[in-house]
């Protein structure tokens, strides 16, 4: 019975030992089924995540997933590696991939290695790029230029970056950098666009050899070295023939020096081949200074002309004419001769004092010397004009010679009334020296004359036959009679006590 009893006790264990141990692999399997189906949830959503491009989910969706025991783990850090690098975060992403190389050597986490690490250089040359371009906007050139430097080290092949070089140094003009980088990026890339660029720059740097060259010219001209500076002119027109300015510069400076036909040969040679606003209006210039010079030296000519035979009438025709007084007489104080505008130690020629006064005759050492003949023209141009012709020295009448003085008055009745007077003798150092004599016209007709003495421009006294002298008005005193037609008009020339008889070289 005991036996029995026991026999049953064992087998009801033995049954509830099994019931117990298949509950517990059922509740193990279940479990086991349950973290299985967690962890696939889990991976897919990481998947999922990862293509809608929320690396920051799929980044924590893929942590929890490789915090399980299943799974495949290659595949996780592949995954969990290519949301790192969604972010940009590539040194994780590496991070994570060799630490998986590390456990199991993969071909392909080798693989993704390898993409990751190209991943990460093409962003951070790009990002570089970026840099600079921002600096470049802000017209920070140099420092654009250090970020592509940088970039360049990264990826040394590629033409964008040696583009973006080449465009920061033209921006800062620096040709001659950047002529250097193109050399360096085409030996690199051959590419077609630093060939254009080449061609740009050089050009600019013949612009900028051409720019030197004219500024030393404007040096040089600052230094009155006009040779060196045509030499400059002359190089630059080789360098660079299609560009007006040095042409113009030149012919500029060859119309200072006065030889307007030179210049317009080198405006009519450049203008035969180009065209230029510029150059034409320089030209048109130069034409109307030729013409003036023509239209002044005819002018000049007929003046002294005029002059050396004392036609006073063509004299004051050609000082009133408008070219005389708007381009000639701005030039005082002028030198001319017929043999040419040069000043000679002996020549006989004319001098402009301005445009009221001018003297034809002879010359030494630049002084009046010789024969020669002063004119003086009243300033308003109409009523009256003032010369002395005859001898000169030192520059001052001396000598024999006349004065000649027209000016006009109101008579009595108020009619205007053209007096002139004549004056002949001798003169010292300007001043009336010796047996005079002046002759009174109204009109132009004759109304007498006198004959006196002068020493050192003071006339002296008349005195009649008995050798008194002739009451007259206080403070007055007669210094000859006066005489017309070769008899006494019984009229006597009385001048101020202390009055001083000389040649007028200004208008009075």
Do not use: C
């Amino acid at each position: 019975m005991n036996k029995e009893l026991f026999i049953r006790n064992k087998k009801l264990w033995v049954i509830v030992l099994t019931v117990f141990l298949l509950l517990i692999a059922g509740l193990i399997t279940y479990n086991t089924y349950m973290l299985r189906r967690r962890y696939e949830e889990q991976a897919v959503m990481a998947q999922e995540y990862l293509e809608a491009g929320s690396y920051e989910e799929a980044i924590e969706a893929y942590l929890k997933a490789m915090s399980m025991k299943f799974g495949n783990k290659e595949a996780l850090a592949i995954g969990l590696a290519e949301a790192y690098a969604g972010i940009h975060n590539y040194d994780k992403a590496l991070e994570v991939l060799r630490n998986r190389y590390e456990e199991r050597k993969s071909t392909s986490v080798k693989e993704k290695i390898e993409e990751i690490t190209a991943r990460k250089a093409d962003y951070n040359f790009y990002q570089l790029i970026s840099y600079g371009d921002t600096f470049f906007s802000n017209g920070e050139y140099e420092k654009a230029i250090k970020e592509y430097e940088k970039a360049k080290l990264i990826k040394s092949k590629e033409e964008i970056i040696y583009l973006k070089i080449v465009d920061s140094y033209i921006a800062l003009e620096n040709y001659d950098m950047a002529k250097e980088e193109i050399q360096e990026g085409m030996a690199l890339t051959e590419s077609v666009k630093l060939d254009a660029k080449l061609e740009f720059v050089e050009e600019k740097l013949i612009e900028k050899k051409y720019d030197e060259i004219l500024n030393q010219a404007s040096e040089y001209i600052y230094q009155e070295n006009y040779e060196e500076a045509l030499n400059n002119y002359a190089e630059a027109i080789r360098l660079m023939p299609q560009v007006d300015t040095a042409y113009n510069q030149m012919a500029e400076l060859y119309l200072s020096l006065n030889e307007y036909d030179t210049a317009r040969a080198i405006l009519s040679n450049y203008l035969r081949s180009y065209k230029s606003q510029t150059a034409r209006e320089l030209l048109d210039k130069t034409n109307e200074l030729i013409r003036q010079k023509q239209e002044k030296e005819r002018i000049l000519n007929e003046l002294y002309i005029a002059l050396n035979v004392a036609d006073i009438e063509e004299v004051t025709r050609i000082m009133k004419d408008e070219f005389f007084i708007n381009v000639i007489a701005p030039l005082a104080p002028y030198y001319f001769s017929p043999s040419g505008d040069v000043k000679l130690p002996m020549a006989y020629g004319m001098m402009i004092y301005d445009e009221n006064n001018v003297y034809a005759g002879g010359f030494r050492d630049e002084m009046k010397e010789g024969i020669g003949i002063q004119f003086i023209m009243n300033p308003d141009k109409e009523t009256g004009w003032y010369y002395y012709q005859g001898e000169w020295s030192y520059n001052m009448p001396n000598g024999m010679g006349k004065t000649v003085e027209e000016k006009y008055v109101r008579d009595n009745e108020g009619n205007q009334v053209k007096q002139t007077v004549k004056t002949s003798g001798m003169f010292t150092n300007g001043l009336e020296d010796g047996q005079m004599q002046k002759v009174f016209y109204e009109n132009d007709e004759e109304k007498g004359y006198v004959s006196y003495t002068a020493d050192e421009g003071i006339p002296r006294l008349y005195l009649d036959e008995n050798g008194q002298e002739i009451t007259d008005l206080p403070g007055y005193y007669v210094i000859g009679k006066i005489y017309h037609d070769n008899g006494p008009t019984g009229e006597y020339y009385s001048i101020k006590a202390g009055t001083k008889f000389s040649v007028k070289l200004n208008y009075e």
